[in-house]
């Protein structure tokens, strides 16, 4: 099956650190990954859309100057929370479209980022 | 209406009950339907696709009616192991991202 690597797993950072967090597809070209967050006993609320050799796609509500994306690779996406804070603090998840899968919109999902702004 | 919808739970049900959840999407045009199983601080992983056929595998079966916006999940015989969060997606307007509910929350006891 596709394998989506998340590093890192988790970090804890001060307030006002940027973080980078990198999203991997091991085994197969991903040309879109997406950013979500997770909030304690919340659903996965969707960032952005990550497209390779182009600029993101953000969601409303969600400052493109604080989250920034990058997807350099057909296999590489990194999101930078820049001058995180408290309320930053979440579970992040990447997750990634196999070109190869029978269903257009299956997404791959990593392993998470926790992050905890102190 | 939240594009989409899902009774939080949580459901707690014995070892061999039969159990069903539903999900409500307000985009009519929407193509695209999963069930994802999350457990607690781990990230969703995908337990199927929904088709307009209906489908089945193995305990687990999935519904979708158009008509009234809603797909289904059904657990038979249910495991210790079942236990998680069971989250419906559904692709967004745009058809480029999925978009989730908050998820059901099941717990399976002896």
């Known amino acids: 099956g596709a394998v989506v690597s998340q590093h890192p797993s988790r970090v804890i950072c001060k307030s006002g650190t940027s973080v980078k967090i990198e999203c991997r597809s091991l085994?197969?070209?991903?040309?879109?990954m997406f950013w979500y967050r997770q909030f304690p006993k919340q659903s996965l609320m969707l960032m952005a859309t990550?497209?390779?050799?182009?600029?993101?796609?953000?969601e409303q509500g969600v400052e493109k100057d604080k989250f920034l994306i990058n997807h350099a690779s057909l296999t590489l996406s990194t999101l930078t929370v820049t001058s995180a804070h408290p309320e930053d603090s979440s579970f992040y998840i990447c997750?990634?479209?196999?070109?190869?899968?029978?269903?257009?919109?299956?997404?791959?999902f990593g392993p998470g980022t926790r992050l905890t702004v102190l | 209406r939240k594009e989409v919808e899902q009774d939080p739970g949580p459901f707690n049900v014995p070892e061999g009950a039969t159990v069903a959840f539903n999900c409500t999407y307000s985009?009519?045009?929407?193509?695209?339907f999963f069930w994802y199983r999350q457990d607690c601080r781990k990230e969703p992983k995908l337990l199927m696709s929904?088709?307009?056929s209906g489908n089945e595998d193995g305990r687990f079966t999935a519904q979708l009616n158009r008509a009234s916006q809603y797909i289904s999940l059904l657990i038979r015989d249910s495991k210790l192991s079942d236990s998680a969060t069971y989250l419906c997606?559904?692709?967004?307007?745009?058809?480029?991202?999925?978009?989730f509910g908050k998820g059901t929350t099941l717990s399976v006891s002896s």
């Open positions: 997750s990634a479209r196999s070109q190869t899968s029978a269903s257009y919109n299956e997404q791959f």
């Open positions: 085994d197969f070209q991903a040309t879109t």
């Open positions: 990550s497209n390779e050799g182009s600029k993101a796609t953000y």
């Open positions: 985009n009519s045009a929407s193509q695209s």
């Open positions: 929904v088709y307009s």
């Open positions: 997606a559904v692709n967004n307007q745009a058809g480029t991202a999925l978009i």
